[in-house]
């Protein structure tokens, strides 16, 4: 591990700070009328397309950014990539002719079984072969959207995982000619078990956690900042844009997976490049700043942190950031995602 650490700083040296990392946003419905936890109205999503365009940010497709950083290749600086989970139609309606009319790439994660079904309020296959022609990615958000770690008793993992995400895959391939292979995990649930079956069939898994996607990001767990309800104003988004990966290697993934209301411990370890040990900060949901020790070991920087009230309600998460020495007004960011199992409707 210690010699990966050693790698990745190199790496961050020579390749300069924010060339191979990128932002995802991610929505769900755009629309005034539908809940307001997940939504945005159009009026914000048009004011959000406009912030990213006063502020040159690069719209980039998902897929291809993702695996040119994967193979430690750069992007354009303030590479940005627009994410919509669940298909609704109001994307279509609301969203599309916003991001055609400026040729803008963007990712639709789909939950078949919904399309396949003909919910109201759900696309069709039809219009998302049309999204598709116009810069549209349809891509896997599992066929009935259940709570991934919620395995069936009695069901294996592999079964389980192969009924709710090959076979969505399968649809989508089937509908349109495509396979990426990029899963949203629905509710943003995951544990370390899917996480490897996932890797091992090859697919790349994306959370509701928020931060930027570095190199080093973990494959199956990598992060996007929720864009909607809460975080729709442009206000909140700005500082979201400026946010670089911390150099922190996937093997320190904790397992989100708690089974009731604790304070998890959570350590980082990463090589200690522009920033300064003493202003990295972690916040905890329901609970602000948390206590947030710091010490450097050599070229490294060990960060431990730990809530002191136990995690509210069915998701939260630890958020660490640390201002960037070299970029003025540019932050570091990471998230540990937990989930609080015991809670039953997350
Ligand atoms: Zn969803």
Redesign the pocket.
Known sequence: MIFRLFLSLILMCSAGLSRAQLVILQY?HVDSTTPPSTSISPEDFSQHLQLLEQEGMQVVDLNDAIHKIRAGEALPEKSVAITF??AYDSVYRNAFPLLKARQWPFTVFV?TDAVDRHYQGVMNWEQLREMQDHGGLIAN?SVH?PYLIEQPAGQSLADWLTQEVAAAEQRIHEETGHSYKLLAY??GEFNLEIAAWLQEKGYLAFGQQSGPVGPMSHPQALPRFPAAGIYASVKTLKPKLYTLAFAIPPDQLQNPVLDNAVMPPLQLTFPGVDIYPSQVQCFASGEGRIRTGSSKEGALVRVTTQAEHPMPGGRSRYNCTAPSKSHPGWYYWYSQLWINRSVSNR
Do not use: R
Request: hydrophobic letters at 0%; charged letters at 25%.
């Open positions: 769900h989970d669940d939950n958000h959207h629905p509710y």
